[in-house]
């Protein structure tokens, strides 16, 4: 273990942000910048039958008002869906539509100008005439004979059909089980609401025709990648893309959007930078949102509670548009993990990918994952409830033992290391829940409504190897690129492909780096996100960033000690295998002898005069590595949650949190607690309070702050939170994937306490999010029902 | 989000506001501005012209009158929720302030421009009916004074008149009162607010009042509540008896994502059972 | 319609013309290139844009900056003063109290007067105290760790 990784060392990039001095795009001031804003249309689905943009146009203050055929004549190609599943029928998605909307919110025209106020004035003087069309919005709705089209060349409004698994021990399951549960649920939409709303600049050098394009995205070379292969045409040596400081993504900011076209292509249009930054309702109604299936499902099982079969069939809606990754997410990020932390054979899953006129849907925090975990933990429940278990109890009997690791699942994942049943008996110590089961049963007694829920969810974090993500419709690799260049003066620069928007890579990734050459962290620094620094990255999404990008940052950091010790040994004229790097101090010197060695400074420096280098050998210290996964990594976690509901208001009053995760070997302590306090605020978010609804005519009617109900400080006591470990056994730094594990469980913990509260009530299911008159009309209908 | 361009005034005293809301056509009242300028930020509101009178002097003070409390209409929330005289002379008025919005709201919102507005989750309407305030306003024509109860018209109507300027509340001081909210989660307005007075004589209940926001288009009253409430002990029983009568108070509820009307309905009874069993013990 | 808006801001007096629309947190980053004002929603919701106006805690997205004309802003940029970190500044960093960083100023913002009203706030009245205030990563939890910590410190 070296000086740093395994310690919470402070985070180096908070003194720019707790001073206000964060680079977030919005900031970004360019001489004799423009403004750009949109005319989004507030119809779900209508032809465009005429537009008069002549007030607009005619205002002080606006230099050009463009049209879709604008952009279409000026060489914009459509969005691309870099994701595609066998089969897949993929609607076109222009910039700016020519003559019908899709969604609420669909780009209708833009305005450039010189203030942001006259460029809001200038969209609300466009007419424009809609002639509204049939509308459809429910996942499962959408392949109803007779449902209106989004897209009249797409069949019952189905993208894709996926499956997986082994349908006939499936069968089987189902014909010899003792006992089955089903369920149909709804994963209800959610909007992601990244604080920072997502905003665009973009300048133009006419003289080296160079663009350069700063954008609030999680991975910029994609983002320049489909910018110059698809939408605007600008060679990739000819366009740099810029993700400098960026306010949260949690996915949201992971996909190619319109306005990363339209604002460089206004900016060469008018000879001037712009710039664009969307208002909180325009980021409500355009970035992509997460979630939104509905499911049918059933669990098979012997009488003594062993899990044989799982079948499943889902419903996801994609939005009006397929956004850059949507298939991935309910297919091979979601039928793969129904096999939970289970051993079950017969698990079998298919997926309907279908179009509606709402905002397109993409990865948002957990992506896929969570929505498995909340099916098969809600079904958890259910069986125990069936068998008079302990869900608890349940859990531990089902979960896959330590000893069967690497393990292989009938729904295509290897998982990689675990052991959940230390982690559900480390849950079950931290939380005492035997305690807490006895003071519900005290609680109820008393005519309390007390529940406990308890969860055991896996992840696949860390995509991807790039082989199988190719296998499974990626259009693009899923490896990192790390390189560490090594000052003359022993300073180092790390530069990442992996982006970080509030993850810390700043530090952490200078912890791996500093303890694999053995120098001062405060002699390393980490760029990221900018394709003018470094080469090629695949940015930061699904966990991936210490997997896959600190793996990446060790195997260059190895070549540069094995280049460092060649230098030393040659200094030190000794045989190679008689010198020693050694990695505490970033010395080299001849073994028994740590006196009479070479310091790294010294040693760099050696490698820039080449005074004196081996023979062979190239002067320079950098070395760049693409580092592409052997496998997923599999964090698991193993939650519990204590709950009470008030009798009268049937508000849902956290009690008590308590959050035990295995994410592997863990660089910064500080950091990974924080990432999983902030994943479970999300998820219970999703149980409790978030909820992105449309209308029946398409209308977004959680479109704004006011509705949509973000987590508040107030909506937890605190969350306490513990680990094991048990190392990936497949990157170098033993890690698994942070970032999205809170989330993941945190949802069906909630659900489970919750109806588990409710239970002596007779209610057995309640879709998200558990408000109170949700709690109250199932009460009621519990009641009537008895 | 950018508001529509405006003409903006800034009046030195509440005669040069009422003359220039006279004058000037579609011209509004801003103050702290925290319910206006959100909607002139969407265009949802776009006035020609605004009057501030958040600088005339004098207009901000909280003054003990008597048995009363006289509040200016620039009061902030936080002013009021932070007054000793409001909390030790009655406490349901404090406790309305401090259950608005968030502290940034409350440091700039003021109670004269909760009340002009009469949005139906805002939390001092309630109040205001429940302890029968009386609102002073000025005009054209002078100042009158408008009981709280003639106050309120409808879903943000008020019985002002469009160039009427409130200049202060007065509010009966009053031990035994409480306002209790239900949270609407993502915008904090009131989904049901219920502000309740109780007077005690001996161990009965002399006195009963009820105000309700949040359920209808404007706060209500639900006097059969109060009424069933009055000629006996505040017990337990005859508490839950009186809130089980609210459901007469509403015409027709509203409901929104969060909240149906009828779940409104119920949350008023069940609020309201709560905050008059703690309006009784503080009357006690 | 322009008026003249003499603001001092972070002990600065700086004059300007401006549109009577033209909203405080404007005014702030683009005329003043405050930038560490951030600006996360329209209703006045987040509190992202929190500014201290005459020492209260305040949405200068929901101010016009007529109104602040006569007054003293305090923005995140201002709060330290010359050199060094402010006590609750300190805090955020020591306690992880981030992620992204873009509520942060507003969270900090905040906090100053939380504390200044409660200057040993406990870790429920942290959290009510925020209610105005959204944050997307950290959860709160060392938010709340991060005010309680400040104060606990007598940052107030």
Known sequence: MGRYVGTSVKRVEDPRFIQGKGRYVANIQLPGMVHVAIKRSPEAHARITGMDTSAASAMDGVLAVFTGQDFKDGGCGSLPCGWLVPDTKVPDRPIVVTDRVCHVGDSVAVVVAEDPYVAADAVEAIEVDYEPLPTVVDARGATDEGAPLVHAEIENNVSYDWALGDQEACDKAFAEADEVVEIELVNQRLIPTAMEPRAAAAQWDAASEEMTVWTTSQNPHPIRLLLSAFTLGIPESKLRVISPDVGGGFGSKIFHYPEEVIVPWVARQVGRPARWVATRTESQMTDSQGRDHVTVAKLAMTSDGTFTGLDVETWANQGAYLSTFAPLIPTALYITLLSGNYKMPGVFGKVHGTLTNTVPVDAYRGAGRPEAAYLVERLVDLAATRLGRDPLELRRQNAIPKEDFPYQTPVAFLYDSGDYDRLMATAADRADYAGMRAAQADARADGKLRGVGVVCCIEASGPAPSAVAGSLGSAVGFWESGEVRVHPTGQVSVFTGSHTHGQGHETTLAQVVADELGVPIESVEVVHGDTGRINFGMGTYGSRSACVGGSALVRSSEKVRAKVLRIGAHLLEAAEEDVVYDRDTGRVHVKGSPDSGKDFGELAFAAYTAHSLPEDMEPGLDFTSFYDPANFTFPASSHICEVEVCRDTWEVRVLRYVAVDDVGKVINPMIVEGQIQGGVVQGVGQALTENGVYSDDGQLLSGSLLEYAVPRADLLPGIEVDRIETPSPHNPLGVKGAGEMGTIAATPAVANAVLDALAPLGVTHIELPLTPERIWRAVQAARAAA | ?284 | ?156
């Not at chain 2, 949350?267 to 709560?274: D, E, N, P, S």
């Not at chain 3, 409660?118 to 105290?129: I, K, L, N």
């Open chain 2, 1 to 284: 989000m950018y508001p529509n361009q405006f003409d903006y005034h800034r009046a030195a005293s509440v005669a040069e506001a009422v003359e220039l809301l006279s004058s000037l056509p579609d011209a509004k009242l801003v103050a702290g501005g925290h319910s206006l300028i959100p909607a002139m930020k969407l265009r949802a509101a776009q006035p020609a012209a605004l009057v501030d009178i958040g600088r005339i002097p004098g207009l901000a003070d909280i003054a003990a009158d008597g048995d009363n409390l006289v509040i200016g209409a620039l009061a902030t929330h936080a002013s009021v929720a932070d007054s000793a005289a409001v909390r030790s002379g009655c406490p349901l008025l404090a406790e309305t302030a401090a259950a608005i919005g968030d502290i940034q709201v409350r440091n700039r919102g003021t109670i004269g421009g909760s009340l002009a507005h009469a949005d139906p989750g805002a939390d001092y309407p309630a109040a205001m009916l429940a302890l029968g305030a009386e609102i002073t306003a000025v005009g054209a024509g002078g100042e009158r004074t408008i009981t709280a109860a003639d106050f309120f018209v409808d879903i943000l109507t008020t019985a002002l008149a469009d160039n009427e300027v409130i200049t202060s509340v007065r509010v009966p001081c009053a031990a035994g009162g409480a306002y209790l909210k239900h949270r609407h989660p993502a915008s904090s307005y009131a989904v049901v607010g219920v502000a309740a007075c109780v007077g005690m004589d001996g161990g009965n209940v002399a006195s009963c009042a009820i105000g309700i926001n949040g359920v209808t288009g404007k706060a209500v009253t639900a006097d059969a509540a109060a009424a069933a409430l009055c000629g006996g002990p505040a017990s337990a029983d005859r508490i839950e008896a009186a809130a089980a009568c609210v459901g007469e108070a509403f015409d027709e509820p509203l409901g929104d994502l969060y909240a149906s009307g009828e779940f409104r309905a119920h949350l008023a009874g069940v609020y309201t059972k709560r905050a008059l069993a703690v309006a009784a013990e503080r009357a006690s």
């Open chain 3, 1 to 156: 319609m322009s008026h003249p808006v003499r603001i001092s801001v972070n002990g600065k007096a700086e004059e300007h013309e401006v549109e009577s629309r033209l909203l405080l947190c404007h005014l702030l980053r683009d005329r003043l290139g405050l930038t560490g004002t951030n600006i996360g929603c329209d209703t006045s919701q987040c509190g992202s844009c929190t500014v201290l106006m005459d020492g209260k805690a305040v949405k200068s997205c929901t101010i016009l900056a007529v109104q602040a004309d006569g007054c003293e802003v305090t923005t995140i940029e201002g709060l330290a003063g010359e050199g060094g970190l402010h006590p609750i500044q300190q805090a955020f960093w020591d306690n992880h109290g981030l992620q992204c960083g873009f509520c942060t100023p507003g969270m900090i913002m905040t906090a100053v007067e939380i504390l200044e009203r409660s200057p040993d706030a406990s870790d429920a009245e942290v959290r009510h105290g925020l209610e105005g205030n959204i944050c997307r990563c950290t959860g709160y939890e060392n938010i709340v760790k991060s005010v309680v910590a400040a104060g606990a410190r007598g940052a107030s």
